[in-house]
């Protein structure tokens, strides 16, 4: 499975931004990472297959939304109210097994290219 990610961007504090992840197959639980320069990749939000569980950071709750379209093979982050602290890259992150812990990154065995986002205060 390969994951293409798209999206990112630079914006201003307070403004909005939407990433896509498109995976070229069928994937079970997926979600997002973000790595900042001189920091260690962390969990930002993931989705089961269902879309009935989500799971988010606490740095991004209420401000971020991670969404799925499994006809498309598609997960969003839709990213509200952004802060400079939000500026990272952005990774997707897929894998094709069910339950455990969606949160930690050896939870995944497919990742994306990475997209930039940058928030200016």
């Known amino acids: 499975v390969q994951l293409q990610a798209s999206g990112g961007g630079l914006v201003q504090a307070g403004d909005s931004l939407r990433l896509s992840c498109a995976a070229s197959?069928?994937?079970?639980?997926m979600g997002w990472f973000r790595q900042a320069p001189g920091k260690e990749r962390e969990f930002v939000a993931g989705?089961?297959?269902?879309?009935?569980?989500?799971y988010y950071a606490d740095s991004v709750k209420g401000r971020f939304t991670i969404s799925r379209d499994n006809a498309k093979n598609t997960v969003y982050l839709q990213m509200n109210s952004l802060k400079p602290e939000d500026t990272a890259v952005y990774y997707c992150a897929a894998r094709s097994s069910v339950g455990g812990d969606i949160r930690v990154k050896t939870a995944y065995n497919y990742w994306g290219q990475g997209t930039q986002v940058t928030v200016s205060s």
């Open positions: 989705i089961r297959w269902s879309a009935d569980s989500t």
């Open positions: 197959g069928r994937t079970l639980s």
